[in-house]
């Protein structure tokens, strides 16, 4: 049962433009989302997160916006450089989960020059 | 400090051996957590510390799993007469408690090969 879905495996994008990486979750005690981005032979990072009080976060060129009602949030990258290739996931908590993450299995964003 | 160190980073081993895995994480991180991630999949929940006490368990971590944090320190993953299935990058994070998913700390993996 895969909680977490992002159901776009992969994305290529043009130097310069939006890169927008969604996320649809089913569990309603999710209520903290986060964002991690992975390069090939590393751990994941942590890159931007988003409570479920909040609509929307920006940090930088990156921004989450979460829509609770359709369960689903997204992670716009504006804009895009050929850096931020790397496979990104979505990942989401319940507030008592003693921090256990549940990661959607992965987009692999292209950005070309 | 240079963030959480995983040894080996890789492993290759025979279908029925037994093998062991090393964590260290941040010094002052008093979470440790276990992920394993398959090929074009995310990474799953194994297992969690707090300090030296092993918290919480996933259905995943089957008998031949074990996982120690002995001192609340560093942690070790053991995997007992290994199957094919059991090839994955497995991953070790820390945290302190309380600074939600935004304070994990990922080491780099141990990809581990069942042949």
């Known amino acids: 049962d895969q909680q977490v879905k992002q159901n776009s495996p992969s994305l290529s994008v043009q130097e310069g433009r939006i890169s927008i990486l969604n996320c649809d979750y089913t569990?309603?005690?999710?209520?903290?989302f986060l964002w991690y981005k992975k390069y090939p032979a590393e751990g994941p990072t942590f890159l931007i997160s988003?409570?479920?009080?909040?609509d929307k976060n920006e940090d930088g060129r990156f921004t989450v916006f979460l829509n609770k009602s359709a369960k689903h949030l997204s992670l716009h990258i504006v804009p895009s450089q050929p850096g931020d290739s790397a496979v990104y996931f979505c990942?989401?908590?319940?507030?008592?989960?003693?921090?256990?993450?549940?990661f959607g299995g992965g987009t692999r964003v292209l950005v070309k020059p | 400090d240079t963030g959480v160190s995983q040894n080996p980073r890789h492993k290759i081993t025979k279908r029925g051996q037994n093998v062991t895995f090393r964590c260290d994480p941040i010094?002052?991180?008093?979470?440790l957590y276990w992920y394993r991630q398959t090929l074009g999949q995310g990474p799953e929940f194994l297992t969690y510390?707090?300090?030296?006490?092993?918290?919480?368990k996933s259905r995943l971590l089957s008998d031949r799993f074990s996982a120690e944090r002995p001192k609340g320190s560093f942690s070790t993953l053991e995997i007992q007469r290994t199957e094919q299935g059991d090839s994955a990058m497995y991953l070790c994070?820390?945290?302190?408690?309380?600074?939600?998913?935004?304070?994990?700390?990922f080491g780099s993996g141990t990809r581990l090969t069942v042949v």
């Open positions: 994070a820390s945290s302190v408690s309380g600074t939600g998913g935004s304070g994990y700390t």
């Open positions: 569990n309603s005690m999710f209520d903290y």
């Open positions: 988003i409570s479920s009080i909040k």
């Open positions: 990942a989401a908590k319940p507030q008592a989960a003693g921090n256990k993450l549940t």
């Open positions: 010094s002052e991180h008093n979470r």
């Open positions: 510390f707090q300090n030296e006490a092993q918290l919480e």
